[in-house]
């Protein structure tokens, strides 16, 4: 079975510009996670997702991000406009039921620069 | 609020030499999972073991081996006659999801390095 799947994997863009990040989640999971890792912070929850609905964006850092899921086998995480400091490796995760009975899997990373 | 501290920043052994990696949880709840994962060189998140609340049976997978004692709220891995392979970032990790939350809290790694 294919993984969580990532797009891009690497993105370098100026400050400024409007950044997509795509994931397609494991195929029947019902939950989607976004991730960030930094070295100041680690990895921090940015967002997730139960059956394509927003339960806890708590994460998020300010209103230039956007996440949003319209079906079940897609997300996006938008950075609009990006800075410097959103520079960081992005992790999207899914899993087919709560942790309760499973662990989240992660997909590849997207590594983002803002110049 | 939940917590996992690593308090092992960086961890340097010699090949074939055993090594433990600590990790120390705090939650408000009788209900938990514990959870660790791997961040090889290459970057991607690999997932070794989860572990819940009510199960504190040591476990063993290969050379790789988890203590989880809930007395002391800890939950260490101790990789055995380590290689180079094992050199990675390795992280703790905690979910309460009895309140209806999925997150995953992480703690802040411990760098691992074998050294041949």
């Known amino acids: 079975d294919a993984g969580v799947i990532q797009s891009p994997r690497h993105e370098v863009t100026e400050m400024g510009q409007e950044v997509t990040l795509r994931c397609k989640p494991i195929s029947g999971h019902d939950y989607l996670f976004w991730y960030r890792q930094t070295m100041m912070r680690g990895l921090e929850l940015l967002i997730y997702f139960n059956n394509n609905v927003p339960i806890d964006d708590s994460g998020m850092p300010e209103d230039r991000f956007s996440a949003k899921m319209p079906n079940a086998s897609f997300s996006t995480l938008k950075i609009q406009p990006s800075e410097p400091r959103d520079s960081a490796v992005y992790f999207c995760?899914?899993?087919?039921?709560?942790?309760?009975?499973?662990?989240?899997?992660f997909g590849p990373g997207t590594r983002l620069t803002v110049l | 609020a939940q917590k996992v501290t690593q308090a092992q920043t960086e961890i340097s052994v010699v090949e074939k030499e055993d090594v433990t990696l600590d990790c120390v949880y705090e939650?408000?709840?009788?209900?938990?999972?514990l959870f660790w994962y791997k961040q090889p060189p290459s970057g991607e998140l690999v997932f070794l073991i989860r572990?819940?609340?009510?199960?504190?049976q040591n476990e063993i997978s290969g050379r790789y081996s988890w203590n989880f004692q809930k007395s002391t709220s800890s939950f260490n891995f101790t990789i055995t006659a380590s290689q180079v392979v094992d050199s990675a970032v390795y992280f703790c990790a905690l979910s309460e999801p009895n309140f209806g939350n999925e997150k995953l809290t992480f703690g802040t790694g411990t760098r691992l390095t074998i050294i041949p």
């Open positions: 995760a899914s899993t087919p039921s709560g942790l309760g009975t499973d662990t989240q899997y």
């Open positions: 572990r819940n609340s009510f199960d504190e």
């Open positions: 939650t408000r709840d009788t209900t938990y999972y």
